[in-house]
T-cell receptor
């Protein structure tokens, strides 16, 4: 099945700095979804990307899907303490999503 | 909509006891998923159902685990007998197969501690 690797596993930033997490697949993806899990919380769906080269924005969050549909990134501009959590880009189709370890973001105020 | 509802929120039980976790998916969502999360293993898919039928249970760790979905609005995950290594947060999630762009909706989880 599809295997998506996510880096980095951990990231500590100072509040106000930017943050980026990357997901890379060895195979072409039909789509990619992003989730956020706050400490002690549950994963929350953020967005789905489908088209090659697609870019979507949600306030300070920018999501990109690579031209070859093999990679994706999530960029947060000017992080805030509310951005703390683990960000996931699970692999598979909507029938069965496999979550990796994600990227855990810590923001120092 | 109240979202995906899981009960109980917390469960502490002694080794060897039977544990039953419950989930009510979002009305109209035809797919239901059970995940388990630990620090060591991350978020693991245990089993999922489509239209109340188990589709893939390859993630169920062993015969002590069983899951049922008797109707579209209710599912259970049972562990019998429970062991300390089953301690984890168990999440239920649901989705609409025709609205993949809406993603999965997760419940708040059941934190299970087996002592």
């Amino acid at each position: 099945g599809q295997q998506v690797m996510q880096i980095p596993q951990y990231q500590h930033v100072q509040e106000g700095e930017d943050f980026t997490t990357y997901c890379n697949s060895s195979t072409t993806l039909s789509n990619i979804q992003w989730y956020k899990q706050r400490p002690g919380g549950h994963p929350v769906f953020l967005i789905q990307l489908v088209k090659s080269g697609e870019v979507k924005k949600q306030k300070r969050l920018t999501f990109q899907f690579g031209e070859a549909k093999k990679n994706s990134s999530l960029h947060i501009t000017a992080t805030q303490t509310t951005d703390v959590g683990t960000y996931f880009c699970p692999s598979g189709n909507t029938g069965k999503l496999i979550f990796g370890q994600g990227t855990t973001l810590q923001v120092k105020p | 909509d109240a979202g995906v509802i899981q009960s109980p929120r917390h469960e502490v039980t002694e080794m060897g006891q039977e544990v039953t976790l419950r989930c009510k998916p979002i009305s109209g969502h035809n797919s239901l998923f059970w995940y388990r999360q630990t620090m060591m293993r991350g978020l693991e898919l245990l089993i999922y159902f489509n239209n109340n039928v188990p589709i893939d249970d390859s993630g169920m760790p062993e015969d002590r685990f069983s899951a049922k979905m008797p109707n579209a609005s209710f599912s259970t995950l049972k562990i019998q007998p429970s062991e300390p290594r089953d301690s984890a947060v168990y999440f239920c999630a649901s989705s609409h197969p025709d609205r993949g762009a809406d993603g999965y909706t997760f419940g708040s989880g059941t934190r299970l501690t087996v002592v």
